[in-house]
Each structure stands twice: as C-alpha cells, then as structure tokens.
C-alpha cells in the first residue's frame, strides 16, 4: 500500500525541458516499438497496418489497478492512453483506446483505476482478488511478499527502478547527517525523532538493522508539511525523492530552503515500487497478452520521458475533474520528471535495459523483507519474471 501524501501542492516555477536519447525515438538507430512485440508466444502482437494487435491475446480492456491518484511515476500507464478518453470522476477512473509508440492502435482499451485513499487504503494485491475484471496491478516487492501466502503475484515490468521514498532532514540543523543512520546518534546522542506512516514496513526494517532506535520513531505521519515546519528542522520527516525536496525548497514558502534526504533504497530496502504484477492464478491464461503488453510499457515509459507534456496534461486533467484532496498541477509533473531521472528512479537496470528485474537485488531483498513478514523459502522466481522484456529497450 502507498504511504499517504497530503501535501496540497502549489504552483511551481517552470523546469527545463528534458532530452534523452531513448530506443524507438525518430532519430534512434534502434528497432521500433512494433518490432520489440516480437516474442516466441504465439499471435503476441503482429503488427497490422501500422498498429500492434493485442485484441488476439489481451482483453478487450486491459484493467490496471495503481496505489495511488494519478502523478508523475505513473506516466508509462497514462502515456498508453489515447485520443478522447474518458474519466469518471465517480470511480476514479481513466478510460481510453490503448496505444503504443506514436500513438499506434493496439486493438485494445486500458483502464486506469485509482487506488490508495480513493479505495480506502486497500491494497492493491487484495484489490486484484476481489475483483476478477483486474487484470494487472501495481504490486510493489514488498507487498508480494507479505500476501505471497494468500494472493501469489507475478511482476512481470517494472516502469520504476527505484522506490523514491527518502527519510529527510534539514542540514542546518544537522550538517554532520548524511544518513538515516546518522540520526540515530545526532542531537548529542539522543537521535533525531523521525515522522513516518506507521504502517510502513521498512521502518522495521531500518529498526532490525540498527539504523533507527525505538525512541527515535513518531508514526504519525500525515503527509503535509506543516509540522516538520513548524518543529524549524528539529525533526526528520519521510518524503518522495520525486516531490519533497522540491516543494521544500520552492514551495512551501515557510520553509524555502533544501533538505538533505537518504533514499530508503539506499539504506537496504531495495522494493520495485511500482512494478505491473499479475495473480498467479491468471498467469497462464494472461501469458501471451504480458509477453505482447510488456515492450509497450517499456516503451511508454521511455516515450513519457522523452516528452512527458501531453501525458502530464491528462494527469491533471484527471486529478481536477477526480476534485479531492490530492491536487497536482504541470509545473510538479514537468518537476518530478526531472527529480525521477536525477535520483534514477526511472532508469535502467545495471544493464542497458528499462523494466526488467536485477536478480540478484531480489534475492538481497528477500533476505531482509521476509524476517519482516515471516516469510521463508521464496526466491525471485517466486516473485517477477523477465520472460516477457524485450532487451532491446532502455534509456
């Protein structure tokens, strides 16, 4: 489940436009997008006058659940959705033809549902379950993981590389911080209170391992601004490399200075955060729709970056007409695009490809998620796959 982010955001001041070579652009030498659907799954995707046909193997309406409102790290999703969607404002919910690069047919529709506080907290994983017109979701590791015993899911891209959940802090008051750890022994040994969601399983973790004390944990989270402000730097605070340490520093007007942040990544909680996942009851019968679906969501996700505009509109668009408390607007887009590639959050691997899965970081993973879930025995197998990524697509 997505930590809650309340802070109500206001206008920011313009970013600079970004360009980056990305496999299937107009001047790339690489294949485009059509090709990288070639798999050896049958009917996984021809391309017919033009456009990828999915309708042979995918659903007429590729139904994906996401943790939170629409925003910027969810530009892969939003960056496959048509011309002339549709939102319901009611549900929450984005409704469109789905299309490949450049806008290519696919024979399809995608549906964005929103999650997190619109379904009331409810994990997307449980989501998928109740719900048999699902069809992929957003599972992040860790909640695989923890409902591995009941709903077993089956990462199969992952759009984001890296959690961009931070602890922060301010440097002023604590210039010798350079980690999480190093709160714990700052303020002459006392340690620095710090602010999170209490259901945030990585504090746990950061707790076993010796980062964090007992006495240095305040669960009280709200996700806005007001309190770390009003405490004047004396505490430390959770956050998104994505957003907080812009807003801080050119937002909220009461503090107007930076943070120095840790990324939670950093300190040994390395979850795929936004990964698409599939329940593994469904994972036979949906085999062929993922191994035709996956290079479009690399792809999308290159292409959002690339030139993220249009898709940033439709994601406000949507956030004002869903009209609740979430607020977003395009000079935050247009900055957490920027912020997500500064922190690599939306990035390669450590190879040369977008949306597979390191191996080896899983296996690490494991080993320090399952004591806090007392889970045994699973293995990265258990969790993702790389079947269906065409490794010709990356940043």
């Not at 969501?297 to 898709?311: F, S």
Request: net charge negative.
């Amino acid at each position: 489940m997505r930590n809650t982010r309340l802070s109500k955001m206001a206008a920011l001041s313009a970013v600079a436009a970004i360009s980056i070579a990305a496999c299937g652009s107009d001047d790339d030498s690489a294949e485009e997008p059509e090709a990288s659907t070639d798999t050896e799954a049958p009917d996984d995707g021809e391309p017919v006058d033009g456009a990828v046909d999915l309708s042979a193997v995918c659903p007429e309406t590729i139904v994906i659940q996401t943790d939170w409102f629409p925003e910027s790290e969810h530009g892969a999703l939003y960056e496959m959705v048509g011309e002339n969607p549709t939102i319901d404002a009611d549900t929450k919910v984005v409704n469109g033809p789905l299309v490949a690069h450049g806008g290519a047919e696919t024979g399809v529709n995608i549906e964005i549902r929103t999650g997190g506080p619109a379904v009331g907290f409810v994990q997307v994983v449980s989501l998928m379950a109740q719900d048999a017109d699902v069809t992929f979701g957003y599972v992040a590791t860790d909640e695989a993981i923890e409902n591995y015993g009941d709903n077993p899911t089956t990462a199969f891209v992952a759009p984001l590389e890296i959690n961009p959940q931070i602890i922060m802090w301010d440097p002023e008051t604590y210039p010798d911080v350079e980690t999480i750890a190093d709160l714990a022994t700052a303020k002459d040994g006392d340690g620095v209170t710090i602010r999170y969601f209490e259901t945030g399983a990585y504090m746990q973790f950061l707790l076993a391992d010796g980062q964090v004390t007992e006495g240095q944990l305040d669960g009280g989270y709200d996700g806005g601004p007001s309190v770390f402000i009003a405490e004047n730097g004396a505490i430390a605070q959770q956050g998104f490399a994505s957003a907080e340490p812009y807003n801080y520093e050119n937002v909220f007007t009461d503090w107007g200075k930076p943070v120095e942040f840790q990324l939670i990544h950093d300190a040994g909680w390395q979850s795929y955060a936004a990964p698409l996942a599939v329940l593994d009851s469904k994972k036979d019968d949906l085999a062929d729709c993922m191994a035709a679906f996956a290079p479009i969501v690399q792809q999308a996700a290159i292409d959002y970056i690339n030139d993220p505009v249009a898709t940033n509109e439709l994601i406000v668009q949507a956030v004002n007409e869903y009209n609740d408390f979430w607020t977003y607007d395009m000079a935050l887009g247009a900055a957490s695009v920027e912020l997500q590639q500064e922190f690599g959050i939306i990035s390669n691997g450590p190879d040369a490809i977008l949306g597979n899965f390191d191996e080896d970081r899983l296996t690490g993973f494991i080993e320090v998620a399952g004591p806090v879930y007392g889970v045994e025995g699973l293995t990265p197998a258990d969790l993702i796959t790389n079947e269906y990524i065409d490794e010709s697509i990356g940043l």
